[in-house]
Nanobody, 123 residues
Framework: QVQLVESGGGLVQAGGSLRLSCAAS????????MGWYRQAPGKQRELVAE???????NYADSVKGRFTISRDNAKNTVYLQMISLKPEDTAVYYC?????????????????WGQGTQVTVSS
């Protein structure tokens, strides 16, 4: 019903920048929340940044001041601008969205994940 397609990952030197994109497509009625998580090898998946259902933003303490989440509602796309990257930011980054979809004559709320995009920061 809904697909999240991520792009923008890659290899960058410490101090560099990257911008991740996550485009949603499908039978979308409304976005309830949307954000980015990451998972480093041997670690649990963690929240990086998000838009809450109320429209506010949350950031992990480790990325505050360096990462910025933004969105383009017309394109159903959320972005993660990352600057001053550190080796510890190396992880697979996943887009997550809670979306109300049209199901026949009704609407239902589902959570979706993207396929992940690798971000590698070299020292």
């Amino acid at each position: 019903q809904v697909q999240l397609v991520e792009s923008g990952g890659g290899l960058v030197q410490a101090g560099g920048s990257l911008r991740l994109s996550c485009a949603a497509s499908g039978n979308i009625f409304m976005f309830n929340a949307m954000g980015w998580y990451r998972q480093a090898p041997g670690k649990q998946r963690e929240l990086v940044a998000e838009f809450t259902s109320g429209g506010s933003t949350n950031y992990a303490d480790s990325v505050k001041g360096r990462f910025t989440i933004s969105r383009d509602n017309a394109k159903n796309t959320v972005y993660l601008q990352m600057i001053s990257l550190k080796p510890e930011d190396t992880a697979v980054y996943y887009c997550n969205a809670h979306i109300t979809v049209n199901v026949g004559v009704s609407r239902r709320l589902y959570a979706y994940w993207g396929q992940g995009t690798q971000v590698t920061v070299s020292s």
